[in-house]
């Protein structure tokens, strides 16, 4: 089975500063997507950002962007002039292969945001 | 547009009594998902539906959890007995798209709804 390892429990950040979050995962598939979702206090998750692995380009949305490393199986997420709404659960998620349209989840970070 | 809208929110009920989640997924959405989220834990999915189809319960523990999906539309989740260990989150999720990849340019964003929280006493 797919896994998605996030090996950050916790990160916290000042505000308008930059952070990463980590992410590494397990698959024997060529063709998959990445996802980072937000899940703040209210529980609703959101979706961030997404990477489909034929594309070499990182994605980019807005403050958000990745570092997609296949080779490495990486996907880190990168959260540029942090606000205070970025506070939240982030989750990063796969899904590919012979499962494509299943979402595996990693554990999550909990992001602190510090005025 | 509307969300995924799910019911109720919160439920708070004695082991071995039975429970039930609705959802309603966003309109036109074909695919319909389930997931269990632990407490500090990402969620994990339980069952997939293509229309009123279960294509993956592989997850689901079929002894004492049920799911339907009438019509397509809107789905149920059941627990018949409950038991202390699945006091947890239930979320549900739709998405137009099977997977991204499929059926043309398919995003593979799942949508959420807000959880239904289970405390089992």
């Known amino acids: 089975a797919q896994t998605v390892t996030q090996s950050q429990p916790e990160m916290s950040v000042q505000e308008a500063e930059t952070v990463t979050l980590s992410c590494t995962y397990d698959?024997?598939?060529?063709?998959?997507?990445l996802f980072w979702y937000k899940q703040p206090p209210s529980r609703q998750m959101i979706l961030v950002i997404r990477?489909?692995?034929?594309?070499?380009q990182n994605a980019t949305e807005n403050r958000f962007s990745v570092n997609f490393q296949k080779a490495a199986k990486s996907f880190s997420l990168k959260i540029s002039d942090s606000q205070l709404g970025d506070a939240a659960m982030y989750f990063c998620?796969?899904?590919?292969?012979?499962?494509?349209?299943?979402?595996?989840f990693g554990r999550g970070t909990q992001l602190t945001v510090w005025p | 547009e509307a969300g995924v809208v799910q019911s109720p929110r919160y439920k708070i009920i004695e082991k071995k009594q039975p429970v039930a989640f609705w959802c309603n997924p966003i309109?036109?959405?074909?695919?319909l998902y389930w997931y269990l989220q632990n407490l500090g834990q990402g969620p994990e999915l339980l069952i997939r539906?293509?229309?009123?189809?279960?294509?993956?319960d592989s997850q689901l523990p079929k002894d004492r959890f049920s799911a339907e999906r009438l019509k397509g539309v809107d789905s149920t989740l059941k627990i018949q007995p409950a038991e202390l260990g699945d006091s947890a989150v239930y979320l549900c999720?739709?998405?137009?798209?099977?997977?991204?990849?499929?059926?043309?340019?398919?995003?593979?964003?799942?949508?959420f709804g807000e959880g239904s929280r289970l405390t089992v006493l």
């Open positions: 309109s036109g959405h074909n695919t």
């Open positions: 990477q489909e692995a034929y594309k070499q």
């Open positions: 998620a796969y899904s590919g292969g012979s499962t494509l349209g299943r979402l595996y």
């Open positions: 698959t024997s598939e060529s063709d998959y997507y």
């Open positions: 999720a739709s998405s137009l798209d099977p997977a991204p990849g499929l059926a043309g340019e398919g995003t593979g964003e799942l949508f």
């Open positions: 539906y293509e229309n009123e189809e279960a294509v993956d």
